[in-house]
T-cell receptor, first 115, second 114 residues
Framework: NAGVMQNPRHLVRRRGQEARLRCSPV?????VYWYRQLPEEGLKFMVY????????ESGMPKERFSAEFPKEGPSILRIQQVVRGDSAAYFC?????????????FGPGTRLTVL | AQTVTQSQPEMSVQEAETVTLSCTYD???????LFWYKQPPSRQMILVIR????KQQNATENRFSVNFQKAAKSFSLKISDSQLGDTAMYFC???????????WGAGTKLIIKP
């Protein structure tokens, strides 16, 4: 009865490197959401995906950030050429349908530290 | 714009006491859901309780209950018989039925003292 899984839990990158964050939703869930949490703040929406489709990426920076949710495999949040300001906790959530009536269930998060 | 406000950055109570965390929100939507999530030191985000705006009855989950005042746009969380394991950050969150983006408050740090 696995919940949302994220890996790695902790990721350290130097400025200019790439960060790849993975999220495996709850089995049977086809909707994935990524949120970012800066220190001492609540979460901020980044992107909403269904299988093979990006539904809403309005919360994601236009440059350097991308997300995908392929037909097979986990959802990936990719950050290219990381900068110190990208240091944050990145949470993935999933729901069986669009989150109108469904609670979003969260993974443990990936803590990204950019040196 | 929809906003969620948690006015208490930090609270602390003795074990076994009752504590209430406040949350207010602003929206023009009529149909929505409200949540309280708990984030312990492990940083995992755990759902505590959920309330549908169309339901007048306040949601309850064991020691956790809410006081939902729709007209006042208030959604407070009451923790009864608090336990050491309740020590965590507590976040209030809102989602409109017409949307899916959870809107989050800044959180309240709750410390339960032995």
């Amino acid at each position: 009865n696995a919940g949302v899984m994220q890996n790695p839990r902790h990721l350290v990158r130097r400025r200019g490197q790439e960060a790849r964050l993975r999220c495996s939703p709850v089995k049977g869930h086809s909707h994935v959401y990524w949120y970012r949490q800066l220190p001492e703040e609540g979460l901020k929406f980044m992107v909403y995906l269904q299988k093979e489709n990006i539904i809403d990426e309005s919360g994601m920076p236009k440059e350097r950030f991308s997300a995908e949710f392929p037909k097979e495999g986990p959802s990936i949040l990719r950050i290219q050429q990381v900068v110190r300001g990208d240091s944050a906790a990145y949470f993935c959530a999933s729901s069986p349908r669009q989150g109108r009536e469904d609670t979003q269930y969260f993974g443990p998060g990936t803590r990204l530290t950019v040196l | 714009a929809q906003t969620v406000t948690q006015s208490q950055p930090e609270m602390s109570v003795q074990e076994a006491e009752t504590v209430t965390l406040s949350c207010t929100y602003d929206t023009s939507e009529n149909n929505y859901y409200l949540f309280w999530y708990k984030q312990p030191p492990s940083r995992q985000m755990i759902l505590v309780i959920r309330q549908e705006a169309y339901k007048q009855q306040n949601a309850t989950e064991n020691r956790f209950s809410v006081n939902f005042q729709k007209a006042a746009k208030s959604f407070s969380l009451k923790i009864s018989d608090s336990q050491l394991g309740d020590t965590a950050m507590y976040f209030c969150a809102f989602v409109a039925v017409s949307n899916y983006q959870l809107i989050w408050g800044a959180g309240t740090k709750l410390i339960i003292k032995p």
